[in-house]
Every structure is written in C-alpha cells, then in structure tokens.
C-alpha cells in the first residue's frame, strides 16, 4: 500500500527514532533528579519534534492521498477534506 | 473572488461575532476584578472558539482553493498543499 | 477585592482591547473576501495575543494569590496549587 | 538534590515508559505502511500523554520547589514564580 510518507520513510523514521531518544533522555534526567524546570523544557522540545513530524505527514498526506482522491473526484475527495480538516483538529486540541 | 468560505460568511461572522463578545466579556470580568483563574478560563474558552473557527476555515480552503488547484494541476497544486501545511503549523504553535 | 493582576489592571485592558481590534479585523477580512489562508494567519495571531494575556495573569495569579496561600499556609495552600495547574492543563489543550 | 517529583519518580518513570512505548509504535507503523491519518492520530495521542507527564511535573514542582522559595522569602521567591510561568509559556507554545 502507498502512501504520502512512502517516499521518505527513512527520513520519518530517523525523526522518530531521535524522538525516542528524547523521551529516554526525559528518563534519564528524572532518574538522575534535575531540576523539574529542565525536564519541563525538555518535555516542550520533545513535544515540538512531534508535531514537526506530525505537519510533515500531514502535508505528505495532503500531496498524496487526498490529492488521488481530488483527481478521482465523487463523494470520495469530500470525506478525504473532512477526515484531514479532523486530524488537524486533533494536533491542535493536543 | 470567490473564497471556501464564501458559501457559509454568515455563519462564520455570526462566530466572530460571538468571539469579539467573549473578548469584551474578558474585559469586563478584568474590570469587575473577576478571580484570575475564572478569567483565564474564558481565555482558554475564546481560543478554543477561535481555534474551531481556523478548523472550518481550513476545511473549506482545502475543500475549494486547493481542490480546484489540484484539478488545474501543475506546480500550482503542490504550492498549495505546501501553503496549506504551513498554516496548520502556525495554528499548532500557537 | 484585591488580585494578581490588580497593579497593572490597565495594561492587561490594553491588550484586551487590541485583541478585541484583531477580532473584528477578521470579521472585516471576511466581509471583504480576503485569502483563507490570510485569515488563518491572523487567527493565529489572535490566539497567540489571548496566550500571551493568559501567561501574563498566571504569573501574576502564582506570584500574589498562590504566594498569599503558601504563606498562610495549610490545606488552602495545596488546593491553590492544584487549581493553577488545572488552569494551566485548560490553556494547553485550547 | 530534592524534587517535586522526588515522592513518586516511579509514577512518573512508568508513564515515561509508556510514552517511550508509544514513539516505538509510531515507528512501527510507519515501517508497516499504516493509513497517514492513524499514524497522525497516534502522535496527538502521545503528545497529549506527553503534556499530561508536563502538567504532573509542574504541579509538583509550584508545590514543592516554589513552594520553598516562597516559605524562604526574598527575591527568590519572585524568581522562581517567573521561572515558572516561563516554563508553562513554553508548553503552551509547544
């Protein structure tokens, strides 16, 4: 199955897996009691490198499969706005 | 020119409308030294209904301007998903 | 009754008053047709500004009623700590 | 060195771990080809996990270290009650 990150899926994992190394750093600095303040920041940094991958999929997505769904047309192309314009909702509510 | 959201203005003046009144209701709790926290409470009410007025917005935008680019085709449509993907970034950093 | 935000009631109106500004500037951007992808930018401008003036009452709400509590001392304290960091759970989710 | 979160590191170790567990899935996904739209569901899920570990650390943190200052008097107290709503500006933004 194709996708709209198909083409840059090393790209996408290598910012995961940094992420994952974040959130391991978080439990290293909590083992090792720094201060909340840091960990907080670090948490925020985390957080942005999230949602950086989360507008990078999002904009694959939109080039891609709502894109196809466009150049079909019918009811499809519709549900495909409705279904991306509620993702972007929920990156935002998160 | 017609707009995404061109079909729905009213709907989306009768929002803004009630969001200016939730701003001047900002203003009038600051005025009645209404306790800080029932103050940022209605802040986080007034950006939650800004933010469901971005989400609509957005959900035209890609239901009118870019669906018509991408049935045009050409550069014109990769321009607009990319502008599209850069708003909902703004929207999530903020 | 006294509040954080007593001392510099004006500034915070200020602001208040220019978001309200910002409010019916996208209310006219509307009215005349501008770009989707303009108003959304001006939404997030809007949504940063009422951030901001949240931040601004939450330092001085942490800073005066929650110092006050902490000084008294007892359960009020901890109550008073609790309710600030449910308020600041509301303004990251919104 | 003391910490607010210092009474219940395995509490907050355990959600961590779980967060960790959620990046991982997130790679998986992508290496299996998963629909965009449920991979972009997955990082608002992990987000949100995430702030919540932020807002349990912060209320420990008013709670504990600001808390202290606060006791101690001085401008200490001022400092940290800034530091504090820095560190929430920076969750918010994030």
Known sequence: ME?????????????????????RGLQRMV??????IDVLTQISATTKALQAVAIELLE???GHCVTHAIEAGGPEARAKVREAAAAVERLVRS
């Open 31 to 36: 083992d090792e009691d720094h201060y909340c």
């Open 60 to 62: 694959d997505h939109l």
């Open 3 to 23: 996708h709209g990150y198909s083409d840059h899926k090393d790209a996408i994992q290598k910012r995961l897996r940094r992420i994952e190394g974040q959130v």
